[in-house]
C-alpha cells in the first residue's frame, strides 16, 4: 500500500509537468495582449512596445516559459500584471469564497443524495421509483445557470429570502455566510446530487439481490438493517468515485455560478484575468486547480483501496 | 405505506415543482400597473446625511489612479477621491476647483495660477504650490492629455500657493486640457507624486482632495470610499459637473462589482444595490415598469466606422465617399441600438449638450444616404471587388448589430464584405496591423478637446492611419485662438474636414442607461457617477 502511494505521488509529476507546459502554450498563444489592453484604443506603438518590454513580454516565448518553470520550483507563481500582487497572494485571497461554495454544496450534495437514494431503494417497487429516475435525469440535464436564473427569481425576486448575488465571508457571521451562500451552492449541488443520488440507488439495487444479502436476510435481520448495513455499504465503493469527480466537477462548476451569483472567488479571478490577459494570474489559477484536480483523484484511488480490502495494487 | 399515500406524495412534489418554474416566470408581472416614481407626489424632503449607498460597478479598474488611465472605471471612481486645478461645470465649461484663479500675460504665454488657501488632503496636510507642480510635473509624463500639453510648457514655478507655468509659445487649449475629466491633472501630495513617479499610484497612495477618501479594495469584490469630514468645500451651488460646492451626504460608498445587469436589476429591485451601471437599453421597459427604480440616462459619445487609410481600397477618398452615400444610417441605429432614447443624430465632432463645442457647421454630408451615388463612386474608383474586412468587438452587441447592418448595405451597392468579429482584448491586437481590416466599428465616449479626438490622433492604428495636413493646421490654429466665436468658426471647419476627407464615418450619438433606486434623491445626471450632493431617503 506504502510503495502504491509513494508511486502514485510520483506519477503526479509529468502529469503537472504537461499540464503546465499546456497552459503556458494556451495562454501564450491565445491573441491578444495585456499592453493594448492597459493602454486603451488611442495608445501609440512606441508605449505599447515600451511597457511590453517592462513587463517581460518581448522576450522569446521559450525564456519567458523556462523564467516561469524556474520561479515556480522555489514556489514563486509570479505577480499580477494589474495589481502587482504575488499570483499566490491573490489566488490565496480568492480562495475563501471558493472553498466555502464548494464545501456548502458539498454538504448538499451528500445530505441530498444519500437519504433520498436509500429511501427510493427502500420503496424500490413502487411508483416512486420510475418518479425518482425522471427526477434525477432532469437534475442532470438542467443548465446550471438556467436553474441559477430561475431560483434567484422565485427566492431572490419574487420571494426575497435569499439575497440575489453578493458573498459574506465567515469572518463577518456564520449566519450572512449561509444566507449569501444558500442558493448558489444549491445550484452548484443540484446537477450532482442527481448524478450521485442515482449511483448510489444503482450500486445498491445490484448489491439488494446478492447471495450475501439473501443469506442476511435469511438469518432474519431486519429489512432496515440489511439496507443500511450491508448493501448501503457496498455501494458506497463505486460512489465514493463519483463523489471524487464530483468535487472536481463542482471546482468547474464555481466559475460559472461566481459570476452569476458575482461571488469573488478562483472562477471569477480566471474569467476577469483571462479577459484582461493577466497571463501569470492565468497560469496560476490553472496550474493550482489542475494539482487540486490530480490531488483529488489520487486521493479517490487511496481512499478505494482503503474502502474496499480487496482492491490491493501490487 | 399504501400505494395510495405515495402517489399523493408524489403528487404533491410535482406540483410544488411547478410551482417554483410558474412563480420564476410569471416575475414580470408582479410589479404591478402603479408607476409611483418621481419625486413629485412627494413634498420636497430636506437632504438626510448619513448611510451607506452600494452601487453596482460594472468593470473592475485595473487602477483608481485617474491621472494614469483615461478608462472611465478609474476616472468614476477616482473622482470622488481626487480633484483637479480646474475643472469641468455641468455645461462642460472650465472652472477653478483647487485653483482661486489665475491670470495670463498679455503674449498668452505665462499663466499664474492662485490655489485656493486651506485646501486639505486626505492625510491632513494643506495643499501647497510644490504639491501643485510635483502633480503637474507627473501628468506631463504619465498623462495622455498632459503629455501632449507638455510639449508647449517651458517650465512650472511654484512659490507659496501661486503657480507659474510658462510656455514656449502660444497654447490657448493649456486651462482645456488641465480640467480634462480623462488621466486628469488631480492634484496630490508631492511626496507621492514624486515616488509614485510613471507608475500607478498604490492603493495606500490614493491620497486626494475630493469629498470622499479611499477605505479599501477587496478586488474582485468592492472598493469602498468613506466621507471625508475635512473636505474643503467649494461655495458655489450652480456649477455643478465636477467644481462647486460638494456635499458628502453619505458616510459610505461601496463600489460593488456586478457584471451582470440582470443581477443588478434584480439587486434594485431587492434593496441589495442603490444604483447600477451600465444597464442594456433592451432592459429600458423592465426599469421603466418598476416603481422603485428610476433610469438615468447621459451622453456617452458616437459609434463610428473608422477606414484603414493606409492601403486599398479605403486609401481612396471616391471609396470612403461610396461607403458614406451607402450607409442609411437610421436604419443602422435603430437596429443597433432599439430604443430612441439611447441614440440620436448629429453629425458634429462633439455633441449638442458641449455647448462651447459643438457647431453643427460643416455637417450637410452627415445623412447623405443615395446608393445611386455610392454605386457611382465606387464604379469610379479602383476599388477590385476583393472583400473588405469589417472588424468589430463580439462582446458588445451594439458594434455587433451595427456590422451586421453595415454588411448588408455595403453589399447592396457592390462592396464584397466579410465580418471579423474578435474578443476584446484580441481586437486591440489586431487593431494595430492594417493587414488584419479594412474598417472596423467602435465607439468612442465623450471627449473634452478636439485634440483628444482619438479617431483623428494622426497616423496612428486609432485614426485608421489618417494623414491629413489640414487637419494638422487646424488643431494647431485652435489652441492660437482666444475667442470662442473663433473657436467655434473652428469647430465647424474641423467638422468640414471631416466630411471632406472622411478620415471616419459617424453613425450616431449614444446615450448610456444607468438605473437608481427612487430612494437616491437629487442626483443629477452627467457624464458618469458622481455621488456628492446626493443623499438617500429612509421613506
Known sequence: ?314 | MELNKIYKLAISFISILLLITLIGCSNSDTSGTENGKSDTEQTIEDPQAGGTLNVAFAAEPDTIDWMYTGASSTRDIGWHIFETLFALDKNYETKPMIAEGYEVNDDRTVYTISIREGVKFHDGSTVTAEDVAASIDRWRKVSSVGKIASQYIESVKATELTIEIELNEVYNSLLVDMSAPKSALMIIPAEIAESAGEQPLKPDQLIGTGPFKFEKWDRGNEIVLTKFEDYSARTEEDWGGLTGKKVAYFDQINFKIVKDPQVVVNGLKTNLYDYGQSIPPDLYTVVESTPTIDPVTYINGYSIITPDKSEAPFDDLKVRQALNYALDKKTIAQAAYGNEKFYSFDGALFVPEQTKLYSEKGTDMYLAYNTNKAKDLLEQSDYNGKPIKIMYANNYDDYKNISEVVKQQLEAVGFKVELVPYEWATYLEKWADPANWDLVVIGWSTRFSPNELGMLSLDTSSSGWYQSERWENLIAQYSNVTTDAERKEILGEMNQTVYDELPFVKIANESTLDIKSTKVKDYDSWIGQRFWNTWKSDK
Open chain 1, 1 to 314: 500500500m506504502l510503495q502504491y502511494t509513494i508511486r502514485r505521488f510520483i506519477s503526479v509529476i509529468p502529469v503537472m509537468f504537461i499540464v503546465s507546459v499546456i497552459v503556458f502554450l494556451l495562454v501564450h498563444l491565445t491573441p491578444g495582449n495585456p499592453a493594448y489592453l492597459i493602454l486603451g484604443e488611442d495608445s501609440s506603438q512606441e508605449s505599447i512596445k515600451q511597457l511590453e518590454q517592462q513587463l517581460g513580454l518581448d522576450k522569446p516565448i521559450v525564456v519567458q516559459f523556462f523564467d516561469w518553470i524556474k520561479n515556480i520550483l522555489t514556489g514563486d507563481l509570479g505577480q499580477s500584471i494589474y495589481s502587482s500582487e504575488p499570483v499566490t497572494q491573490v489566488i490565496f485571497d480568492r480562495f475563501g469564497p471558493t472553498f466555502s461554495l464548494m464545501l456548502l454544496s458539498l454538504i448538499f450534495i451528500l445530505v441530498i443524495s444519500i437519504p433520498i437514494a436509500i429511501f427510493v431503494v427502500a420503496m424500490r417497487k413502487t411508483i416512486l421509483d420510475p418518479i425518482f429516475l425522471t427526477i434525477s435525469l432532469l437534475g442532470v440535464s438542467i443548465p446550471e445557470f438556467w436553474f441559477a436564473i430561475l431560483l434567484v427569481l422565485a427566492f431572490g425576486v419574487t420571494f426575497p429570502i435569499f439575497p440575489v448575488a453578493g458573498y459574506a465571508p465567515i469572518a463577518e457571521g456564520v449566519f450572512s455566510w449561509l444566507y449569501y451562500l444558500i442558493l448558489p451552492a444549491f445550484v452548484l449541488a443540484a446537477v450532482e446530487v442527481g448524478l450521485i443520488a442515482r449511483m448510489l440507488r444503482d450500486g445498491m439495487l445490484e448489491s439488494i439481490n446478492q447471495d450475501y444479502t439473501r443469506t442476511v436476510r435469511a438469518k432474519g435481520v431486519r429489512e432496515s438493517t440489511v439496507l443500511m448495513k450491508h448493501v448501503f455499504a457496498n455501494a458506497l465503493i463505486p460512489t465514493t468515485t463519483v463523489v471524487g469527480t464530483a468535487v472536481a466537477g463542482l471546482l468547474g462548476g464555481t466559475v460559472i455560478i461566481e459570476t452569476l451569483f458575482t461571488i469573488p472567488g478562483i472562477g471569477q479571478l480566471l474569467i476577469d484575468s483571462i479577459y484582461r490577459r493577466d497571463y501569470p494570474v492565468i497560469q496560476g489559477v490553472v496550474l493550482i486547480i489542475s494539482a487540486i484536480y490530480v490531488l483529488i483523484n489520487l486521493l479517490v484511488d487511496l481512499l478505494y483501496a482503503f474502502l474496499d480490502p480487496r482492491i490491493r495494487y501490487d
